[in-house]
C-alpha cells in the first residue's frame, strides 16, 4: 500500500506560481513512478506530468509544457510539482498518483493510488 498526501493548493492571479507538494508513505518511495494529473468542473480528469523512479525521465502535457516542472526529492519522499505562468484554465483539483510504470500513468491505466486532491484556482 502507498499512501499519498497532496498540499500546496490555493488561489493565484493569472500569470502566478505554485509549488504542490506529495509525500508518499507505505513503500518504498524509490520503488514508483510518480505523476500529477488534474480535474476540472464538469470535465474528466487528465494527465498533467509524470517522472520516472530515478528522476532522470519526465513526462508533461502539452498544455503544460515549458510552465510546469516536475520533480521528486527521494529523501523527502516527496515529489513536486512548480506550476509558473498559471492561467485560468489551469484551475481544477489537482491529483498525485504513484505506480511502477511512468506508461501507466501516462495512459492512466489501473493506476490504484490516489492523493485526496488540493484545489488550484487562477483567477484573471
Known amino acids: 500500500q502507498v499512501q499519498l498526501v497532496e498540499s500546496g493548493g490555493g488561489l493565484v492571479q493569472a500569470g502566478g506560481s505554485l509549488n504542490l507538494s506529495c509525500t508518499a508513505s507505505?513503500?518504498?518511495?524509490?520503488?514508483?513512478?510518480m505523476g500529477w494529473f488534474r480535474q476540472a468542473p464538469g470535465k474528466d480528469r487528465e494527465f498533467v506530468s509524470a517522472?520516472?523512479?530515478?528522476?532522470?525521465?519526465?513526462y508533461y502535457a502539452d498544455s503544460v509544457k515549458g510552465r510546469f516542472t516536475i520533480y521528486r526529492d527521494s529523501a523527502k519522499n516527496t515529489v513536486y510539482l512548480q506550476m509558473n505562468s498559471l492561467k485560468p484554465e489551469d484551475t481544477a483539483v489537482y491529483y498525485c498518483?504513484?505506480?511502477?510504470?511512468?506508461?501507466?500513468?501516462?495512459?492512466?491505466?489501473?493506476?490504484?493510488?490516489w492523493g485526496q486532491g488540493t484545489q488550484v484556482t487562477v483567477s484573471s
Open positions: 517522472i520516472s523512479r530515478s528522476g532522470g525521465t519526465t
Open positions: 507505505g513503500r518504498t518511495f524509490q520503488s514508483f513512478a
Open positions: 498518483t504513484a505506480d511502477l510504470s511512468t506508461i501507466s500513468i501516462r495512459t492512466m491505466t489501473n493506476l490504484d493510488y
